[in-house]
C-alpha cells in the first residue's frame, strides 16, 4: 500500500468523524465544552493506542484477529470479525446518509431540482451510493483503496465547502449573537 496509501487510510477515518461529529456536538454544547470533550477523547485515544501496542509487542502479533485470538481463542477472533463488521457496516450506512443530504441540498440549490422529486428522495441517492461503492467491495489488492481513500477525502472537503458556505449565507448580523459559544 506504501505510506501515501496508509496515510489517506488514517485521514480518512479521522477526517470522516470530525467533519460530521464536530458541527453537532458544538451545536449543542458550545466551543468551550466541546474543546474539553475533544481533549479528553484524544487522552483516552492515546492511552489505548499505546495499551495496544503494548499488547502488540507482547502477544508478538501485527492485527486485531491475532490479538484476539492470542487471548481469547476462536471466540475471540469471531468476536473481532464481527465487531469490525457491525463497525464498517454502522460507517458505511453513515456515509450513504450524509451522502444523502449533501446531493440533495446540492440538487435543489445548485441544479433547481424539486424537492420532491425522485432524485432527492433516500432511497433513490442511498441506492446511487450502494452501486458507486460495490466495485470496492470486491478489491483483491489495497493499492486500490488508495484511490477510494483519496476520493473519500475529496468528498469530504467537498462537504465541507458546500457546509462553510451555508454556515456563511445564513449568518447574518441580526442572527450573530445567536451563535452558541457556551452551552444551552
Keep these: 500500500m506504501g505510506i501515501l496509501g496508509a496515510a489517506l487510510n488514517i485521514a480518512n477515518s479521522i477526517i470522516g468523524g470530525a467533519t460530521l461529529e464536530l458541527p453537532y456536538i458544538m451545536s449543542h454544547f458550545g466551543i468551550i465544552i466541546t474543546i474539553l470533550f475533544l481533549a479528553f477523547i484524544w ?42 463488521l457491525i463497525n ?46 460495490s466495485p470496492f467491495l470486491y478489491v483483491r489488492s489495497t493499492k486500490f483503496l488508495t484511490v ?19 454556515a456563511a449565507e445564513s449568518v447574518t448580523i441580526d442572527n450573530f449573537h445567536a451563535l452558541n459559544i457556551l452551552p444551552d
Design 43 to 84: 487522552f483516552l485515544t492515546i492511552t489505548n493506542m499505546l495499551r495496544l501496542i503494548a499488547c502488540k509487542d507482547y502477544a508478538g502479533t501485527d492485527d486485531y484477529k491475532s490479538l484476539a485470538r492470542y487471548a481469547f481463542k476462536a471466540p475471540g477472533e469471531r468476536l473481532i470479525n464481527m465487531c469490525l
Design 148 to 166: 477510494a481513500s483519496t476520493f473519500s477525502i475529496i468528498s469530504l472537503l467537498i462537504f465541507v465547502v458546500i457546509t462553510i458556505y451555508d
Design 88 to 133: 464498517n457496516f454502522g460507517i458505511c450506512i453513515g456515509y450513504l446518509i450524509i451522502f444523502d443530504d449533501s446531493v440533495t441540498r446540492i440538487l435543489i440549490k445548485g441544479f433547481e431540482v424539486d424537492d420532491y422529486g425522485i432524485l432527492t428522495t433516500r432511497w433513490f441517492q442511498i441506492t446511487i451510493g450502494c452501486v458507486l461503492v
